[in-house]
């Protein structure tokens, strides 16, 4: 037989999906395993929405709709980001998808020719790199300081620019590192994709997760009519409303690129599940008093989580400011061994937490980060007092004090 796409056999598997099914596998087996695993709210849906959804199913609301979304749900999206990111769409400028993953791969089909170099800050949610280069782009990989909280700067922007370079991409609050950038940070990046005639894509998924007073989330998209028609917002409702199952992203851009995303969509899937729109209906012209009862909880879990791993020798972390992750240098623990056993990289700490701590972890040597592990705290606090527990012990008895 002739042989398939080689682009097709470059696409790597999800490591956070393969990862998380083997410590479901794991708990289904019986073991007592704790998972620091994907980031998926273990919070249910509001019942609000849920019962939105309910209604849609009885009132037959179970045909196709437009390919872009139904007219009611875009205009709520458009609403939602007035409301709170001072963004003024009209509501042909949104683009509903199946999760905010399909609205980053409508993005980049949209946006790349093949050769077309696309900027990301490393360490970067593992994605975005194999979403670019199905849509036949390349991703230019800029690693960032840990000492500057994990955020590219505009010289190392200017370093990594070419004549091929047709956009870049920012995440904040960002997954895995939780760093959130300021306003003064994003507005030099608009400056610098303004004034190098650059898109910016702008994945803005955990905008509801952050924790501390004076931290505020910016979309660059805000600052000025020229980064305004050259950014795509990219969001959702799987983390804010805990519907990571739902599958509802969303895209809001110019008119020229929405228009050309709703062709490839229209292809692609026709449309989002017609009972989620108007279930995210529900939950977009709802009050937030949902999503701020689980932010509470969330930032007791921050606090927690942080205040041990601070206290553990060996490793290093930043606070985290928004998302729910914790990203855990492990350097130090590298070149040592554990029960014969080499310790190169952080997949083969995880693999060791695994097997003898009965811990599951994400290594981010597929986020752009061979050293570290991320720790989702998206998980009851009984889970995360017995993980830290157990990381700790594993850590002490195997490397000391």
Not at 223 to 236: L, Q
Not at 303 to 323: F, N, S, T, W
Request: proline letters at 3%; charged letters at 25%.
């Amino acid at each position: 037989m002739k042989p398939i796409s080689e682009k097709a056999k470059r696409v790597r598997e999800s490591s956070t999906l393969s990862i998380t099914a083997k410590a479901k596998q794991m708990k289904a087996q019986g073991i007592d395993l704790v998972s620091f695993g994907a980031g998926e709210p273990d919070f249910n849906t509001p019942d609000f929405i849920i019962d939105a959804a309910v209604s849609a199913m009885k009132g037959g609301f179970t045909k196709y709709t437009p390919a872009a979304g139904i007219e009611e749900l875009r205009k709520a999206i458009a609403q939602k980001l007035k409301n709170d990111n001072g963004l003024e769409y009209d509501f042909k400028q949104i683009v509903v998808s199946n999760g905010a993953k399909h609205s980053l791969s409508n993005t980049f089909m949209a946006l790349l020719e093949e050769g077309d170099e696309v900027i990301i800050p490393a360490p970067y949610w593992l994605s975005y790199k194999q979403l670019i280069e199905i849509a036949g782009g390349v991703a230019v990989i800029v690693d960032t300081d840990f000492d500057n909280d994990f955020k590219i700067t505009v010289s190392q922007l200017e370093k990594a620019l070419t004549p091929k370079t047709k956009a870049l991409l920012i995440n904040t609050p960002n997954n895995p590192t939780g760093s959130v950038y300021s306003e003064s940070e994003l507005r030099d990046i608009a400056n610098f994709a303004v004034k190098n005639d650059l898109y910016v894509v702008s994945d803005e998924i955990y905008e509801c997760l952050i924790y501390d007073e004076g931290v505020k989330h910016h979309s660059i998209a805000s600052f000025g009519k020229e980064i305004y028609d050259r950014t795509i917002v990219i969001n959702g409702l799987s983390k804010s409303h805990a519907m990571p199952g739902w599958r509802l992203g969303f895209s809001a851009s110019n008119l020229e690129i929405a228009g050309v995303m709703t062709n490839i969509q229209s292809h692609q899937a026709s449309n989002t599940n017609s009972i989620t729109q108007k279930a995210a209906v529900a939950a977009y012209t709802h009050d937030r008093s949902c999503v701020d009862a689980m932010n509470v909880e969330y930032k007791k879990r921050r606090d927690y989580i942080y205040d041990r791993a601070v206290k553990i020798p060996h490793i290093r972390m930043r606070k985290p400011l928004g998302a729910f992750y914790l990203f855990i240098d492990i350097s130090a623990l590298c070149g040592k061994t554990v029960n014969g056993k080499p310790v190169n990289n952080a997949g083969d700490l995880a693999a060791l937490m695994l097997e003898e701590a009965k811990v599951s972890v994400i290594p981010c040597a597929d986020f752009g980060a061979d050293n570290y592990i991320r720790l989702s705290y998206a998980t009851s606090m009984n889970e995360i007092e017995k993980g830290m527990d157990r990381i700790e012990t594993f850590i002490v008895k195997n490397f000391g004090r």
